[in-house]
């Protein structure tokens, strides 16, 4: 008995490396606009076999949606200055996760506002300055950002389809979460959802 529950751990845990190795496929599909959030999320393992789906909103989101339909402002200028310290950081953690990655296709758009036209300007020059940064690092990405000044606004669209290879991953992420600045970032962003 305890010879199989051994083979079984064993095969699990072979399965996992070889999926570490392999890699996994990943298909995204979005587009937000206002408090409505239309996509697909699909998670492939061995380039074709799905092993997770998932499609939003559901009917199970649409009636919790409806039964709180409390909208919370939320503060961009607090999220951008925790993020100010980091850049690099991100930008180094951004270039080992796009050397894990093949990437089949990335294609977002974000449509960015704040209350203040000073403000707007100011941080979509920043997103902008992100944009050019990244745009260049793989032909088959392109990354765009408007501004609008009619409010507080974080709209976009986009399909991403790409190769991830976790095992290559490990190492980067482990020294982004040790950066004190960067767990900053993470508590100010969960303290604004």
């Known amino acids: ?9 064993l095969i699990i845990i072979l399965f996992i490396i070889i999926l570490l190795i392999i890699g996994i496929r990943i298909s995204l599909e979005y587009n937000k606009k206002g408090s409505e959030v239309k996509g697909c999320l699909k998670i492939l393992i061995f380039k074709k076999l ?16 409806d039964d709180k ?3 919370k402002d939320r503060d961009f200028k607090k999220i951008f200055e925790l993020a100010k310290p980091c850049f690099k950081d991100l930008k180094n953690y951004l270039k080992s996760v796009l050397k894990s990655m093949k990437i089949q296709k990335i294609q977002n758009h974000l449509i960015f506002g704040m209350d203040s ?16 940064i990244v745009n260049p690092m793989h032909k088959k990405m392109q990354i765009s950002a408007e501004p609008s000044f009619t409010g507080s606004v974080l709209d976009g669209y986009g399909e991403n389809n790409l190769e991830i290879y976790p095992l290559k991953l ?7 979460i040790l950066n004190g600045d960067v767990r900053k970032l993470i508590r100010g962003v969960l303290d604004e959802r």
């Open 1 to 9: 008995m305890l010879n199989i529950l051994g083979m079984i751990i």
């Open 50 to 65: 799905k092993v997770y789906s998932l499609n939003w909103p559901s009917e199970d989101n649409k009636e919790k949606e």
């Open 69 to 71: 339909k409390e909208s």
């Open 117 to 132: 036209y000073a403000d707007t300007g100011e941080y979509i020059g920043i997103i902008w300055a992100i944009c050019a």
């Open 170 to 176: 490990i190492v980067p992420t482990v020294k982004l």
